[in-house]
T-cell receptor
Framework: DGGITQSPKYLFRKEGQNVTLSCEQNLNHDAMYWYRQDPGQGLRLIYYSQIVNDFQKGDIAEGYSVSREKKESFPLTVTSAQKNPTAFYLC?????????????????FGAGSRLTVL | DAKTTQPPSMDCAEGRAANLPCNHSTISGNEYVYWYRQIHSQGPQYIIHGLKNNETNEMASLIITEDRKSSTLILPHATLRDTAVYYCIVRPYSGYALNFGKGTSLLVTP
């Protein structure tokens, strides 16, 4: 079945350590996104990528980095510069914004990765 | 993007229709209304979207007022599995990433 796989589901990190969250999709989507969700809050956009080898900062990119070397993969690194990294991280994908068949705003989400900094 | 306003929480009895309102009084002509829902500790799930006509699919119906300043998502026969946070989002059809607010927390009770 087509979908998005995020790993790990749960991750614990010590302060000062970088950690990379994996996101893989087999939907043949060009666009991919990373969101962060804190308890009781909505989703906030970290980074997004419309095409391979290109990505843009979202609303809260500081302390995070991404790469998009393959269409299927969009890993997120939470660096030690992120002041409060404990959160639920969600990856999503969609067709590109210029595609008009269904619209780029229909996102498919992964199951999420919950990061806790000890 | 147009701002949306949703009630923070609602209750609905199982088997009854759940009507979730959304106010988007500053919506512009090229902006669509999208609805997503998020079951606890899962990723959000797309439900439905529309521009100005009412829309229906296997999950829900979307009613948009004639002036497009508000809309209602209708779950015709709510089940316990419909308990979730429902997000109303307004965005141009070919815009970039969606902005999710706090949504409405719907509790379906037996």
């Amino acid at each position: 079945d087509g979908g998005i796989t995020q790993s790990p589901k749960y991750l614990f990190r010590k302060e000062g350590q970088n950690v990379t969250l994996s996101c893989e999709q087999n939907l043949n989507h060009d666009a991919m996104y990373w969101y962060r969700q804190d308890p009781g809050q909505g989703l906030r956009l970290i980074y997004y990528s419309q095409i391979v080898n290109d990505f843009q900062k979202g609303d809260i990119a500081e302390g995070y980095s991404v790469s998009r070397e393959k269409k299927e993969s969009f890993p997120l690194t939470v660096t030690s510069a992120q002041k409060n990294p404990t959160a639920f991280y969600l990856c999503a994908s969609s067709i590109r914004s210029k595609d008009t068949v269904f619209g780029a705003n229909v996102l498919t989400f992964g199951a999420g990765s919950r990061l806790t900094v000890l | 993007d147009a701002k949306t306003t949703q009630p923070p929480s609602m209750d609905c009895a199982e088997g009854r229709a759940a009507n979730l309102p959304c106010n988007h009084s500053t919506i512009s002509g090229n902006e669509y209304v999208y609805w997503y829902r998020q079951i606890h500790s899962q990723g959000p799930q797309y439900i439905i979207h529309g521009l100005k006509n009412n829309e229906t699919n296997e999950m829900a119906s979307l009613i948009i007022t004639e002036d497009r300043k508000s809309s209602t998502l209708i779950l015709p026969h709510a089940t316990l599995r419909d308990t979730a946070v429902y997000y109303c989002i307004v965005r141009p059809y070919s815009g970039y990433a969606l902005n999710f607010g706090k949504g409405t927390s719907l509790l379906v009770t037996p």
